[in-house]
């Protein structure tokens, strides 16, 4: 069994939960971070004492406050410890289940399973841990259902390019010179301007600034 975890959460009452499933599961080491840079810290530190943790569970929206954060999202913290740690353990724990977000999370290569936090989530976490342990990966039945969908929605980088960009304040013609920039294809204005178009109807947005705001909502920019 794993025998030293970090726990990435900013809710005291979830904190306290998985504290539940680690201590049933006799781990004796482990600690809690409230925000991504103090867990990016604590794997840091761990690791140059040759102690580092076996395992990460981590939720991928933190809420911002008064404090300025190099690391602003789980998924970020998730990239920067496996970028370092290629061995680290890592569950995400979320209530985020949209299939372009659980899709590129298993595609990045950075994740052993992923939990999603609804009634049956702390049964599913305590399942995911055992299965890790046994070499396996894991998915909540509802997360599994979400991938096997034959629909699902997934975004290429053209499109994530021309959205952001459009949220950032760009028009038409300097997205088509940062596109070419990047050699990111399509980048003709024709082309983003079609896309666009089919992306607002995909999403049911009535504008661009409605389309923005939908897939900021959807983590999707």
């Not at 894991?138 to 034959?150: A, G």
């Not at 499109?159 to 949220?167: G, W």
Request: some cysteine; glycine content about 4%; aromatic content about 4%.
């Amino acid at each position: 069994m794993f025998k030293k975890v970090l726990v990435a959460e900013d809710m005291d009452s979830i904190n306290h939960a998985v504290a539940s499933i680690l201590n049933e599961l006799n781990i004796a080491e482990v600690a809690h971070a409230q925000y991504c840079d103090k867990a990016w810290l604590l794997a840091k530190k761990a690791a140059q004492d040759h102690k580092p943790f076996d395992l990460l569970i981590c939720d991928l929206s933190f809420k911002q406050d008064h404090r300025e954060e190099k690391l602003k999202s789980g998924k970020e913290l998730i990239a920067a410890l496996k970028s370092e740690d290629p061995g680290l353990k890592i569950i995400v724990n979320s209530i985020e289940d949209h299939p372009q977000m659980v899709k590129d999370l298993w595609e990045s290569g950075n994740i052993d399973a992923y939990v999603c936090k609804d009634r049956h989530g702390l049964i599913e976490l305590k399942e995911a841990i055992l299965h890790l342990n046994n070499g396996e990966t894991y998915n909540s039945p509802s997360i599994e259902k979400i991938l096997k969908q034959n629909n699902v929605l997934t975004l290429n980088d053209f499109e994530i390019s021309i959205v952001t960009h459009l949220a950032n304040g760009f028009t038409q013609d300097q997205i088509e010179q940062e596109l070419k920039s990047q050699n990111i294809k399509p980048s003709s204005k024709s082309a983003i301007e079609k896309r666009l178009k089919e992306l607002r109807e995909e999403f049911s947005a009535n504008t661009n600034p409605h389309l923005i705001g939908i897939m900021k909502d959807l983590k999707l920019i």
